[in-house]
C-alpha cells in the first residue's frame, strides 16, 4: 500500500510518501503564513518530483501544528504518534526518540511493542529548541550550519548559566567580548541546550537505543553534548527533518 | 458525532439550576448581613465551619468567589492589579485576584462584604496564612489562625494536642466576637448534619463507579460548592439527596454525562476554572470521561476520622489529615485507591502554578502511578485562575497525544486478550 | 585574615571540610534547611549540624521531581541530594517552614536512600499559649527522635553545653556586626558574608574560638579607622542569600551594607537563648522571641517594625530587599512591608534574585542607580 504523509510545522511543512515499508520521496518547504496552501503545495510538489500521481496514494495523515489545516488528509495524528512511527520505521527496536524542531522540543518513550508509553513536551521556553541555536548563531555571526564542526573543535566548553534564551544572549555577548574562542562558546551553547532538553527527557526515562530527530539533529555538537550528558549513545535518524512526515505516512498505512 | 437537542437536554444534570438558585441567595444574605444583625467571617476552604454555623455566623470563601472569578474569566484582569499593587505574579492567583478585588469591589457578584472576622486553617498551604494576614491588615478585624500541623506520616501526640487546644481557642474567640456563648446542643446538631452531608456527598462521587457515569469530574466541580461552604446546613443535607436521587435515576436509565464514554480518567489537582466547559468538551470529543478528581474527594475524605457523636473532639483529626496535609507517598497511595475504585484507563494531572501543596510532588505521585498500575498518566501545566499561564493549542496537542496512546492501549488489550 | 581565609576555603568546598570533620571527629553529619533548626539539640545528640543552602551547580536531577515555579533554594538542594555530592550525610531535619520545603522533606525521603531523614513539624504561629507550649513538646520529641536515631541519649547537661557554645557563636558575631556597623571600612561586606556562612558550617567548638579572634583583631584594626561619612549606609532584608557578589557591587557604588535581615544573616544570630530550668524551653523561647521568618506568624505588623528599627538603629539610608524568585512568604509581605517604609520616609529597592544571580551589569545597575538616589 503507498500513503503519504504531511507534517505541517510553524517554520517548514514537510510530506513523504512510503509504501510497504520504503520510502518513496520525501519534500520540505517553508510554511510561511498559510498552513493550508503550504500542505497543498509541499504534497504537490512531492507527488511531481517523485513522478508519481495522487490517484496511486491509497491514504494520507497529516501531523504538526498545522494538521487540521490539511483539508485532503483521511486522518490527523499528534506529532508524538508520527515521530514514534517514523522512528519505529527506521529502528523497530527504538524506545526512546528525542525530537528538538525549531520551536519545540519532545522525548518519546516506546514500550518493547513499539507503542508509545510516555511522552514529554517543552513547548513553553525556547531554551531547548532550535531557536536557541538560531538566535546564538547571529549573536556570534557564525553560520548555524558550521555550528556543530566548530564545537568539535572545543576543548573547554565556556559555561553559559542563563535560562532564558533573550538572556543567554546577552551572555554570549559578553562571552565574546572577554575575548572566549567561538568553538568554546559554541561548545557553551550545546551544553546549554542538552541541559535543558535532558532535563525533560529524564522525566520519561531513558531506554536504549535512542534516537534523535527534527531540524537540530543535524548539529553533530548538540548530539554529543547529548550523548555525554545522558551517558548513552544516541543514533542520528538520516531522515530526521521529516520523520513526522514519514511517521505519518506510515500510520496511513493503518487506516 | 453531534447529538440532537433532545439527547443533550436528557443528559444536562437538571439540579445545577437549583445549585446556582441556593449559591445566589447565600451571596445575597451573605451581602445583607449587617442589615440583618449578623456577622460575616471569611474561612479557608479547609476551615472547621461547623461552629461558625452553629453560632450562627455566616461564612464566606474567598476562594469559591476565587473559583468564581475564574470561571467568570475575570482573573487576568484582577491578577494584573494585584501585581500593580506590589504582589508577584508568581503568588497564588485566588490570593492575587481576592487581595486586589477587595480594594475595587471587583469580581461577578460586585465584591465579596467585608468580613467581621478571618478565620485562616492552614491544613489547605501556607499561603493562606499570608493572604489573611494582608487581608487582616487591610479591614482591621480579628483573625483566627488555626494552625493544624503537617502529618507527613503520622498525626502526632503533640499535633493532637495543640489542635484540641485550638479548637477551644477558636470557640472563644467566636464568643468574645458575637457576645454570646455558643449552643453545644445547637453545635453537636451541627456536627451530626456536617457528617451526614459529607456521607451524601461520598455517595453522589460514588455513583460515578458506574458505567457510563453519570456525572464528570466538571460537574463535581460545580457541585461541590455546597459542601464546601455550606457544610452542617439542613440545606446541604436537602440538596445532596435531590442530587444522590437524580443521579441513582440516570445510572438506572444508562444515561451517561457525556455521549459515549468508552474512555475513564481520573483528574488531580484544582480546576481549570476559566476553560471548564473547553476541557470538558475536548475530552468528550475523544469519548473520555473525567470520573473522578481527587480535589472534590477532599470534602469528604476526613470522614473516617469523624466520631459523629463526638464531633468538636475529632474535628481537630479530621482537619488535620485532609488530603493536602498529607506526605507525597501518602497522597499516592490514595490516588492509587481511586485509580481502582473508579477502573480508570489514565491519569490527568494539573500541575497548577498556583498551588505548591498540591502540585510539588506530582512528577513523584505520576512515577508511582506508572509504576504501580501501569497507566498512561498526562501532565497539564496552567494555572486555576490565572489565564495567562493557559496554552490552548499546546494543551489541546497534549490531550491529543494523551488519548492517542490510551485508544492504542485499549485495541492492543483487546487483541491481547483475544489472543490469549 | 587569616580567619577569613580559613572560613572562605570552607565556604568554597564545604563537603570536603564536612568529609574530613567527620573522619577526624567521628561525629555524625547531620543537614538542615531552615533557621529555626534548634542546633543545640543535634550537638547534645553528639552530632555535627550544617546548613545546606541550594546548590552551586547546574539543577538538573531535581527536574524531574520539581517543577520550574519552585525555588532554586529547594530545587538546589534536592539536586545535592539526588547527585550523591553529599552522600557523607547521616541525616537530614527538615523544619517545618513554607510549602515548597514541606513537599521538599517528601520528596527527599522518598528518593534519597541515605542517612536518616527526621521532620520537625514546629508551630507556624508563635504567639499563644498553645503554640509555645506545643513548641517544646515538638523539640523534647525532636530530642527523643534524634536521640533513638543516633542510638544516644540527649541529657540536659549536654543542652546546656551545646546553648553556651551557640550562645557565644551569637553574641561574637554580634559584636562583629556591631563593630562593623560603626565602621564599615573594617570588614568587606563579602568576608562578613563568608564568615556568617562558615559558622553554619563549621565544626562549632573551633568556630567559637575563630570568631572570638576574629573579634579581637578587628576591634585592633578599629582603632585606626577613619569614619567615612560619604558612605551611604544600607541594610539588606529578604530570606536566604547565596551571593557574596552583591556586596562588592554595593560598596563600588558608594554603598556600605551595614546590617541585614536575613535569614542566612541576622536572623541566624539574633537572640541569645535565655536562662532558665529547662533547656529545652530556653531553645523554645529563643525560637518563638527571635525576629520572625515571613513563613510564621506572630503579629501583623513586627517584621515591618523590626526593619523600621533596624533602619533608625543602625543610622542607615535605605533597604534593599532581594527576594527569591519562587519564595511566596516573602513576595506576600513585601507590599505592606513597602508601605510601611513609605510612611517612614526610607527608600526601598527590590530586586528578584535567583541561584545564579542575574547578568551583573543588570544588577549593578541597579544598585548605582538606588544609591544615586539616597
Not at chain 2, 447529538?3 to 445583607?32: G, P, V, W
Not at chain 2, 475523544?286 to 476520622?305: E, I, Q
Not at chain 3, 571527629?25 to 541550594?54: D, N, Q, W
Not at chain 3, 570568631?211 to 569614619?227: C, F, Q, R, V
Request: aromatic share 8%.
Amino acid at each position: 500500500m503507498r500513503t503519504a504523509g504531511i507534517d505541517i510545522g510553524s517554520i517548514t511543512a514537510k510530506a513523504a510518501i512510503v509504501e510497504d515499508g520504503g520510502i518513496l520521496g520525501t519534500k520540505i518547504i517553508f510554511t510561511g503564513y498559510n498552513a493550508e496552501a503550504a500542505g497543498v503545495k509541499v504534497y504537490q510538489d512531492l507527488l511531481s518530483e517523485s513522478g508519481l500521481d495522487t490517484s496511486s496514494i491509497a491514504k494520507i495523515v497529516s501531523t504538526g501544528y498545522g494538521r487540521n489545516s490539511v483539508k485532503f488528509a483521511d486522518k490527523t495524528f499528534t506529532e508524538i504518534m508520527a515521530h514514534a512511527a517514523g522512528a519505529y520505521l527506521l529502528n523497530p527496536k527504538i524506545r526512546t526518540i528525542i525530537d528538538i524542531g525549531g520551536q519545540d522540543s519532545k522525548a518519546i518513550a516506546l514500550d518493547e511493542h513499539g507503542k508509545v508509553r510516555n511522552f514529554v513536551m517543552n513547548d513553553k521556553c525556547a531554551a531547548g529548541t532550535g531557536r536557541f541555536l538560531e538566535v546564538m548563531a547571529r549573536a556570534l555571526e557564525v553560520n548555524l550550519d558550521e555550528f556543530g564542526a566548530m564545537s568539535l573543535q572545543s576543548k573547554l566548553p565556556s559555561k553559559i548559566s542563563s535560562l532564558c534564551t533573550v538572556f543567554a544572549e546577552s551572555e554570549v555577548i559578553s562571552l565574546i567580548a572577554r575575548g572566549e574562542k567561538r568553538p568554546d562558546i559554541i561548545a557553551g551553547i550545546h551544553e546549554s541546550i542538552a541541559a535543558r532538553v535532558s532535563s525533560m527527557i529524564a522525566r520519561v526515562g531513558v531506554a536504549e537505543p535512542v534516537m534523535i530527530t527534527g531540524g537540530v539533529a543535524r548539529n553533530a555538537g548538540v548530539v554529543d553534548a547529548l550523548e555525554r550528558k545522558l551517558g548513552v549513545k544516541i543514533a542520528v535518524s538520516s531522515y530526521a527533518q521529516v520523520n513526522g512526515a514519514i511517521g505519518a505516512a506510515v500510520l496511513a498505512a493503518t487506516l | 458525532m453531534s447529538e440532537t437537542n433532545l439527547e443533550k437536554d436528557k443528559r444536562k444534570i437538571k439540579s445545577e439550576k437549583k445549585m446556582r438558585d441556593i449559591m445566589t441567595t447565600y451571596y445575597i444574605d451573605a451581602k445583607t448581613a449587617r442589615q440583618n444583625n449578623k456577622k460575616v467571617a471569611w474561612i479557608t476552604s479547609g476551615g472547621p465551619v461547623e461552629p461558625l454555623i452553629a453560632m450562627d455566623i455566616i461564612p464566606v470563601y474567598p476562594e469559591n468567589h476565587g473559583a468564581m472569578i475564574g470561571a467568570s474569566k475575570m482573573g487576568v484582569d484582577l491578577c494584573e492589579k494585584a501585581e500593580t499593587m506590589g504582589y508577584s505574579n508568581d503568588l497564588c492567583s485566588y490570593a492575587r485576584s481576592d487581595i486586589s478585588c477587595a480594594t475595587v469591589n471587583g469580581g461577578p457578584i460586585g465584591g465579596l462584604p467585608e468580613p467581621d472576622m478571618l478565620v485562616c486553617c492552614n491544613n489547605i498551604c501556607g499561603t493562606v496564612l499570608k493572604w489573611y494576614e494582608v487581608q487582616a491588615r487591610y479591614f482591621n478585624v480579628p483573625l483566627f489562625i488555626f494552625d493544624t500541623p503537617f502529618c507527613h506520616t503520622e498525626y502526632t501526640k503533640e499535633a493532637k494536642r495543640y489542635v484540641e487546644r485550638q479548637i477551644n481557642e477558636y470557640i472563644l474567640f467566636l464568643e468574645n466576637i458575637c457576645g454570646r456563648k455558643m449552643d453545644q446542643d445547637h453545635m453537636k446538631e451541627v456536627g451530626k448534619i456536617s457528617f451526614e452531608g459529607q456521607k451524601l456527598w461520598q455517595e453522589v462521587l460514588d455513583t460515578a463507579i458506574n458505567k457510563p457515569s453519570p456525572l464528570t469530574a466538571f460537574d463535581a466541580f460545580f457541585h461541590l460548592a455546597l459542601i464546601v461552604t455550606l457544610r452542617g446546613t439542613q440545606q446541604t443535607i436537602d440538596y445532596y439527596q435531590g442530587l444522590l436521587a437524580e443521579m441513582k435515576e440516570r445510572v438506572r436509565a444508562g444515561i451517561g454525562a457525556i455521549p459515549q464514554e468508552k474512555y475513564r480518567l481520573l483528574w488531580d489537582n484544582l480546576p481549570i476554572w476559566y476553560r471548564m466547559k473547553w476541557l470538558s468538551q475536548k475530552f468528550a470529543e475523544h469519548n473520555a470521561c473525567l470520573v473522578a478528581d481527587t480535589y472534590t474527594s477532599a470534602w469528604c475524605g476526613s470522614m473516617k476520622y469523624i466520631d459523629e457523636s463526638k464531633f468538636l473532639d475529632s474535628m481537630a483529626e479530621a482537619y488535620s489529615r485532609i488530603y493536602l496535609n498529607i506526605g507525597v507517598d501518602e497522597m499516592a497511595k490514595m490516588v492509587i485507591e481511586m485509580i481502582d475504585k473508579y477502573d480508570v484507563d489514565g491519569f490527568v494531572l494539573h500541575s497548577n502554578r498556583s498551588c505548591k501543596p498540591y502540585s510539588f510532588g506530582q512528577l513523584d505521585i505520576q512515577r508511582v502511578v506508572e509504576k504501580e498500575r501501569g497507566i498512561p498518566c498526562l501532565m497539564i501545566e496552567a494555572d486555576m485562575v490565572d489565564e495567562r499561564s493557559f496554552s490552548e493549542s499546546q494543551i489541546s496537542t497534549r490531550i491529543d497525544a494523551f488519548m492517542e496512546i490510551i485508544k492504542e492501549r485499549k485495541i492492543s488489550s483487546r487483541v491481547r486478550e483475544t489472543e490469549s | 585574615m587569616d580567619t577569613i581565609a580559613e572560613c572562605r576555603k570552607i565556604v568554597d568546598q564545604p563537603y570536603s571540610y564536612l568529609q574530613k570533620l567527620k573522619e577526624k571527629s567521628g561525629k555524625r553529619m547531620v543537614g538542615y534547611v531552615c533557621s529555626y533548626t534548634p542546633e543545640e539539640i543535634i550537638m547534645a545528640a553528639g552530632a555535627h549540624p550544617f546548613r545546606l543552602f541550594g546548590t552551586k551547580q547546574n539543577i538538573h536531577l531535581a527536574d524531574s521531581h520539581l517543577q520550574s515555579y519552585c525555588c532554586s533554594v529547594v530545587r538546589g538542594i534536592l539536586e545535592e541530594g539526588l547527585s550523591r555530592r553529599i552522600d557523607f550525610l547521616d541525616g537530614m531535619i527538615f523544619p517545618h517552614s513554607c510549602d515548597s520545603i514541606q513537599r521538599l522533606s517528601d520528596i527527599w525521603r522518598m528518593n534519597i536512600p541515605f542517612g536518616f531523614h527526621l521532620d520537625l513539624v514546629l508551630p507556624v504561629k508563635l504567639n499563644t499559649l498553645s503554640a509555645q507550649d506545643y513548641m517544646i513538646d515538638v523539640l523534647k520529641k525532636f530530642s527523643t527522635d534524634i536521640g533513638r536515631t543516633l542510638q544516644v541519649e540527649v541529657t540536659d547537661n549536654a543542652l546546656r553545653k551545646a546553648i553556651t557554645t551557640t550562645n557565644a557563636i551569637r553574641q561574637s558575631i554580634k559584636d562583629i556586626y556591631d563593630l562593623r556597623s560603626q565602621h564599615p571600612r573594617l570588614m568587606p561586606g563579602s568576608d562578613l558574608y563568608t564568615l556568617v556562612r562558615a559558622s553554619m558550617i563549621m565544626d562549632r567548638e573551633p568556630l567559637v574560638d575563630l570568631l572570638s579572634e576574629t573579634l579581637s583583631e578587628l576591634k585592633a584594626k578599629a582603632g585606626e579607622e577613619k569614619a567615612d561619612a560619604s558612605l551611604k549606609r544600607i541594610i539588606l532584608a529578604g530570606g536566604i542569600c547565596n551571593h557574596p557578589d552583591i556586596y562588592p557591587m554595593i560598596e563600588d557604588a558608594g554603598g556600605a551594607v551595614v546590617w541585614d535581615d536575613f535569614c542566612t544573616g541576622a536572623r541566624y544570630f539574633t537572640e541569645l537563648v535565655q536562662e532558665g530550668a529547662d533547656p529545652i524551653a530556653r531553645i523554645a523561647g529563643r525560637l518563638i522571641n527571635r525576629v520572625v521568618c515571613p513563613a510564621k506568624h506572630t503579629d501583623l505588623d513586627g517584621r515591618a517594625k523590626h526593619i523600621v528599627r533596624l533602619v533608625k538603629e543602625e543610622n542607615a539610608r535605605g533597604v534593599i530587599f532581594l527576594l527569591f524568585k519562587f519564595c511566596d512568604p516573602h513576595a506576600f509581605d513585601y507590599p505592606d512591608i513597602k508601605k510601611y517604609m513609605d510612611e517612614a520616609g526610607i527608600p526601598v529597592l527590590l530586586l528578584e534574585i535567583d541561584d545564579p544571580l542575574p547578568a551583573e551589569g543588570q544588577l549593578k545597575t541597579r544598585f548605582e542607580a538606588f544609591l544615586e538616589m539616597v
